[in-house]
């Protein structure tokens, strides 16, 4: 359950990723990367959080324009769920504000707009919590 997943919703999202990866890997802190859209691929994306159940325990998901899949992805599990919004045609303010505007009973931590290194780093504080 140390292991982070950084699941983008598009390959378009790979340089905010990498922010992510760096630090992960700076704190030798096992990770990895996939490509599931939430639109695009549903039934992988299901399969995947069955599968990763009991190896991940923080999920990182980066997404722009609608940016579903953080809210997808808390809809599907109850392990902890970091928004990236991914800045595009409206500087990410679409993604972000699809982020943060969950439902009740579907929480989704976000982070800044491209900032992959503080959903890493949230990642790491929620992982150390989750050890004591």
């Known amino acids: 359950m140390d292991k982070v997943a950084i699941l983008l919703g598009s390959d378009s999202d790979r340089a905010v990723a990498d922010k992510a990866v760096r630090v992960l890997e ?23 959080l069955k599968e990763s159940e009991d190896s991940v325990g923080v999920i990182i998901a980066i997404a722009g324009l609608s940016a579903a899949l953080p ?3 808390a809809s599907k599990t109850e392990r902890p769920v970091i928004g990236v919004p991914v800045s595009g045609k409206l500087m990410g303010m679409d993604a972000l504000l ?3 505007q ?3 009973g579907v929480p989704v931590g976000v982070v800044g707009i491209d900032n992959g290194e503080n959903a ?13």
């Open 26 to 48: 700076g704190h030798n802190t096992h990770y990895e990367v996939k490509v599931i859209s939430a639109h695009r691929n549903p039934d992988e994306l299901d399969r995947y």
């Open 71 to 73: 809210g997808v992805i």
């Open 98 to 100: 699809s982020m943060v």
């Open 102 to 104: 969950m439902p009740s």
């Open 120 to 132: 890493a780093l949230l990642a790491l504080r929620i992982l150390k919590l989750k050890r004591h």
